[in-house]
């Protein structure tokens, strides 16, 4: 990283997350950027909360997590059916 490298944040103006310009820098941390879209220059978010874009390992430990089914626990024998 560095000064006027591109970089993800949220933009409150946009109220989403955009591509920044990293306008200002303390040794390897991020401090100022400026949104693109509407060239606001704010404080570095961190882009907390959501993100651009989910990687597929993300996204598959996501729909992992949503499906009780799959914690990898054997299906129990004996079970009445009617
Ligand atoms: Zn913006």
């Known amino acids: 990283?560095?000064?006027g490298d591109d970089i993800d944040?949220?933009?409150s103006s946009c109220q989403r997350t955009t591509d920044h310009s990293i306008v200002s820098m303390m040794g390897e941390e991020v401090l100022r950027t400026r949104c693109r879209t509407c060239?606001?220059?704010?404080k570095y978010r961190k882009n907390k909360g959501r993100r651009k874009e989910m990687t597929?390992?993300?996204?598959?430990?996501?729909?992992?997590?949503?499906?009780?089914g799959m914690q990898s626990e054997p299906a129990k024998p004996g079970r009445k059916k009617k």
């Open 1 to 3: 990283m560095r000064l």
């Open 9 to 11: 944040d949220h933009c």
């Open 39 to 42: 060239n606001s220059e704010h």
């Open 56 to 68: 597929a390992q993300e996204a598959f430990d996501k729909v992992l997590a949503t499906m009780p």
